[in-house]
């Protein structure tokens, strides 16, 4: 399958996944982003705020090295903080998604270093897991 056309197939998938879980979290679709560049990489952004950061946005996001964490936005240009990782489950459900996300905003920590779950690359593998949430997606409209 050509570059292109690999790259618009996972960036359906990623964006159906991640648009599942962002739902299971209450926040709409424009809220997500994907990048199906290596690694493949979401972030949805969340209301709320962490006991520890009251002054920061939150977000939850995805990486296909270590799956979902939940982080707080910078006060200048310098990346997320993660402050927890969900664990070994790289392409959790939606539901389980929002339990972690509902938990750390709670105040209950996660993991805190990262899970190495796989090696960034191998996309025809990651589209092929995630494109049930297109079906899925497609049912809903």
Avoid at 106 to 127: I, K, M, N, S
Wanted: hydrophobic fraction near 45%.
């Amino acid at each position: 399958m050509p570059l292109l056309e690999t790259n618009f197939e996972l960036t359906r998938a990623l964006r159906a996944y991640t648009a599942a879980v962002g739902s299971a979290c209450g926040a709409g679709h424009e809220s997500c982003t994907v990048d199906a560049g290596t690694p493949a990489s979401a972030y949805i952004a969340l209301d709320g705020r962490l006991p520890r950061y009251p002054d920061r946005d939150v977000a939850l996001i995805w990486d296909e090295r270590f799956g979902w964490a939940m982080a707080v936005e910078t006060h200048s240009a310098e990346d997320l903080l993660v402050v927890a990782y969900l664990g070994h489950d790289l392409l959790a459900r939606p539901e389980k998604v929002a339990r972690f996300a509902a938990n750390v905003l709670a105040g209950r920590p996660g993991l805190l270093e990262p899970p190495q779950l796989r090696e960034a690359g191998a996309h025809d593998w990651l589209t092929d897991r995630l494109r049930p949430y297109v079906t899925e997606l497609l049912k809903a409209s």
